[in-house]
């Protein structure tokens, strides 16, 4: 039996200042043996900061750090390494065509002696991998090419790669951000198993839900401060959203009215690619249709599709009842938008200030003859970052240095300059606060009504059923199912539809 | 506890260095020149300076498009000695300066359009077949002249002359050319749809793609630019010499590198300017310059060049880290 009366980590009194701004202050927190110990908070609540002060990123401007009751302090990412802190990151950095368990011990190969040279141990290497998954009843071919398995194993791999070290403390930084609902799941039954061999866990989530579900303790961050310390029994939705917001009244987003109106605006035919089958499915003039499925199920696939960053083997696209050629510049010429799922990868352009990126699309509009006018570019971004309440020091501002929800506003915007009559939203609220996520809601439904139509791609199916008037769902680059959002139990269905049969125990 | 502060030069520092760093690096080494090397801060040697660094400007200037769009291209010193004599054999053949230069330009469009074609719509890594395009044109101005250089007749075309050696008002003819496409460029990268479009595809080349510009259109334009101010440069340099020399310009490729490196760490924002190749260019130049002036041997002078490089990356690289 763990002794639950001392802390792994106890922590007190840490703040951090950059630049004169203290961007966390007094945070108190502590860390018990084999718990999971949550942490949420809008973006820009500070959890961040205080994950990479434990990591080592970054060093406190004040308080102290105590692990196992000493008190240390964290200079580099190594010393916290050696005090047994390791990360699961946000993002997936493995080498794409290394094996699964070459990517495993990446930096801690396994090394054995012949005739007094030290050589790579494949075997000595698969053999421990093999232990590790098996640890975590995970079931990979080792062997595979990392390139060739799914993001959710992906995610997996990068949870060994940090159990190789046999870590004390794990940090988990949004782990199952765009992982459909069944990958949700079995990861949180890995973490689980984690906490139940005595590792201990801070895991950092925007999901509420998972946090309900595998939480011992949730600390709540606003505004760089510490508001909350919730213990098992005291953790509900509502009450870590009423501390992450605090005075401000939260009711769950529900979208009232539907302006869907009879005509069809946007027609798959028969589209088949490489990983999509057959698709059928049309979007009427403002109409919001939700399209969901697991990762790997297609949805990316459509929009890719849409703009021809895919290519269409057999069947064909149509707007507005014309076969279009898609590409990037056909689709924008028939008045489509595309927010790419990706916002790093596929959206921002890092070094450009907001203004360059709202105006990349349709950059002709402030130019004449192609000589650009950046007083009215500037002009034209400062309406929407008043619009959208971006929060942002100002049209020249980097983008790169926007939160990630603001960076998403930017990405819209991009868009909404150009009148668009159809837009393909892939994820456009992954990793964003609550706030800004509300605001995408509203503006969305201010579209449907302006008479635009939009196709949302998303895993969370809440955020589908309270903003959709239809959703499709894909398994395995088909339909399999489509439902009207007006109904009983609709997320029981749809899960089952989703996840083909399987029964789905939770509700 | 006590605590050990390292020592640390503040933010504000740092973020001075990282903006202007490589310019305040050049106007210390001017001012080291002008205080040790005679002459060097004359009006007469700084003109002197300007003229030798206008050929190495303009090569500069058309490479800054390639690595604006985040691209590379290895072909230009060994392709200017194939731009060399064809506008040399035009000229010595019909003595006629508007063909040669159309020649010329035709050479460097053609050389443009195959290393586009090659990386931007084919897709091969830059590196490699901009690389093996220009071996395939030191093979070319092999086989056409066996190495030996044109000299041009007596009565060659004044026009021919005046691009290298000419003066207006006292001012050097190719350092005139060099402001007048500075300016040009200036204006391209930073007033244009197309240099917005350059500058976004170096930026993030999937979301540019993402967000609807032609992305292989447009890195094939910047090889275009590229060919185009590698055959004015040749001009400028055959003309100088009296001469097309097909070994002439192959030092251009690495002092090319190096200028417009320094140009993307100039002002510390990642992407290469007109007005920061050109100060890349001069600090190239005046190392050269002022080193020889100094009597410094020249062999000391390539090691000085490449320390110089390997400075200012590694500054860039280290602030990169520091500054957010």
């Known amino acids: ?507 | 506890m006590i605590k050990c502060k390292k020592l640390q030069l503040s933010h504000d520092w740092l973020y001075f260095l990282k903006k202007y760093g490589t310019f305040m690096f050049g106007i210390i080494v001017f001012i080291f020149f002008s205080i040790f090397a005679d002459n060097f801060f004359s009006i007469a040697n700084q003109l002197i300076l300007l003229r030798q660094m206008s050929m190495l400007t303009v090569v500069a200037l058309g490479f800054t498009f390639v690595m604006a769009a985040g691209g590379f291209d290895m072909s230009l010193g060994n392709a200017a000695g194939l731009i060399n004599i064809t506008f040399g054999a035009i000229l010595i053949s019909t003595n006629n300066f508007v063909l040669s230069l159309t020649g010329a330009l035709v050479v460097g469009v053609l050389l443009g359009m195959t290393n586009g074609l090659l990386v931007a719509i084919i897709g091969l890594p830059d590196f490699i077949a901009t690389f093996a395009v220009g071996t395939i044109t030191v093979g070319l101005k092999m086989l056409i002249t066996k190495g030996n250089p044109m000299t041009f007749p007596a009565d060659v075309s004044k026009a021919a002359l005046f691009v290298g050696q000419g003066k207006i008002g006292g001012i050097p003819f190719p350092v005139i050319l060099m402001m007048i496409l500075v300016v040009i460029v200036t204006f391209i990268l930073e007033k244009t749809t197309l240099g917005r479009r350059i500058y976004a595809i170096g930026g993030n080349q999937t979301a540019s793609q993402y967000g609807g510009i032609n992305v292989k259109k447009y890195r094939f334009m910047t090889f275009i630019f590229s060919g185009v101010f590698l055959a004015i440069a040749s001009v400028m340099l055959t003309s100088r010499l009296g001469s097309a020399q097909p070994l002439a310009g192959e030092d251009f490729m690495l002092d090319t590198i190096a200028s417009v490196y320094l140009s993307t760490t100039m002002f510390g924002e990642g992407e290469p300017k007109a007005i920061g190749t050109f100060i890349g260019a001069f600090i190239i130049c005046m190392l050269t310059n002022g080193l020889t002036m100094l009597n410094i041997e020249y062999y000391f002078q390539y090691i000085t060049k490449g320390l110089v490089v390997i400075l200012s990356v590694l500054t860039s690289v280290y602030l990169a880290d520091k500054v957010k």
Not at chain 1, 216 to 225: A, C, K, M
Not at chain 1, 260 to 287: H, P, Q, R, W, Y
């Open chain 1, 1 to 507: 039996m763990v002794c639950i009366n001392q802390s792994i980590i106890e922590v007190k009194n840490i703040g951090k200042e950059f630049n004169g701004v203290w961007v966390l202050k007094g945070i108190d927190f502590d860390l018990r043996p084999g718990e999971i110990h949550a942490l949420v908070g809008e973006n820009g609540a500070g959890k961040s900061t205080f994950i990479k002060i434990l990591s080592g990123v970054y060093s406190q401007s004040s308080g102290d750090i105590f692990i196992n009751g000493d008190q240390i302090e964290f200079n580099s990412v190594e010393h916290s390494e050696s005090s047994g802190i390791r990360t699961v990151h946000q993002e997936i950095n493995l080498v794409p065509y290394f094996k699964v368990y070459e990517n495993m011990f990446v930096g801690s190969e396994v090394e054995k002696s012949v005739m007094g040279i030290k050589i790579i141990d494949s075997k000595g290497m698969k053999k421990r991998a093999n232990e590790v998954l098996e640890r975590l009843g995970v079931e990979i071919n080792v062997n595979r090419t990392t390139s060739c398995i799914n993001t959710a194993m992906k995610k997996i791999v990068e949870i060994c790669k940090v159990l190789v070290y046999q870590p004390k403390i794990v940090i988990f930084d949004e782990p199952t951000t765009a992982l459909g609902q069944e990958e949700r799941e079995n990861l949180l039954n890995v973490i689980t198993a984690l906490k139940e061999q005595g590792i201990s866990i801070i895991y950092v989530s925007h999901n509420l839900e998972e946090i309900k579900e595998i939480a011992d303790r949730v600390t709540v961050f606003r505004d760089g401060r510490k508001v909350a310390l919730l213990e098992k029994d005291e953790i509900t939705i509502d009450t870590i959203i009423s501390n992450m917001l605090g005075e401000k009244n939260y009711n769950s987003y529900m979208r009232k009215n539907s302006y869907a109106e009879d005509s069809d605006v946007l027609m798959f035919k028969d589209v088949s690619t490489d990983l999509l089958k057959n698709v059928n499915f049309s979007v009427k003039k403002g109409e919001i249709l939700g399209i969901t499925g697991v990762v790997g199920s297609g949805k990316t696939e459509i929009a890719k599709a849409i703009f021809g960053l895919d290519k269409i083997k057999s069947g064909s696209i149509g707007v507005k009842g014309k076969d279009i050629n898609p590409s990037p510049n056909n689709a924008i010429k028939n008045k489509l938008a595309l927010v790419p799922e990706e916002r790093q990868l596929q959206g921002i352009i890092p070094n450009f200030p907001v203004s360059k990126n709202v105006t990349l699309t349709y950059l002709k509009k402030w130019s004449k003859n192609g000589v650009l006018n950046s007083n009215s570019e500037n002009k034209s971004t400062l309406d929407y970052i008043d619009k959208l309440s971006i929060k942002t020091q100002g049209p020249e501002q980097t983008i790169k240095c926007l939160s990630g929800g603001n960076q998403q506003k930017v990405i819209l915007s991009r868009w909404l300059v150009g009148d668009f009559e159809i837009g393909v939203f892939d994820e456009p609220t992954k990793g964003i606060d609550i706030k800004a996520k509300e605001d995408i809601y509203i503006l969305m439904d201010e579209l449907s009504k302006q008479g635009k139509s939009i196709i949302i791609m998303s895993s969370y199916l809440p955020e589908l059923i309270s903003n959709c008037d239809r959703i499709i769902v894909l398994k395995e680059g088909e339909i399999v199912g489509e439902f009207n959002t007006h109904q009983e139990n609709i997320e029981e269905k749809i899960c089952k539809v989703m996840l083909g049969g399987h029964k789905n125990d939770k509700v």
